[in-house]
């Protein structure tokens, strides 16, 4: 299956530009304690699994890169429509502890810069 540029926020992040590095993780909410006779209890928010994922860009242009910050900005303290790679569209927000958008500069040929750079989001 071929893979589409993601869009977040309403923001077609790239056009052209897929992600280099993909890591999608499914996961539950909630939490587990550890009984004094030694078993475990599980106290699930909901039974369906969520999920989060990592993605990652190299050689983005500048004004990739400010594309990238406004689709950021669009959801830096609320949710908005993320559409995977595959196609699928979620509800999401920056992940938990994600609130910093890192740029990596490299030199190209020349005098020329591109950036690299991970955006990290999790599903309402």
Known sequence: MAISVPTLGGQTIF???YPNRYKQTAGYRGSTSIMADGSMTTDLVNASA?????I???W???AQVATLKTAVEAV??????YVDVDGTSYTVTLDDGFLELEFEMKKIAGNNQRFATTLKLRQV
């Open 15 to 17: 056009t052209n530009t």
């Open 50 to 54: 969520k999920l989060r994922w990592e």
């Open 56 to 58: 990652g860009w190299d």
């Open 60 to 62: 983005l242009t500048s």
């Open 76 to 81: 830096k303290n609320t949710s908005g429509t």
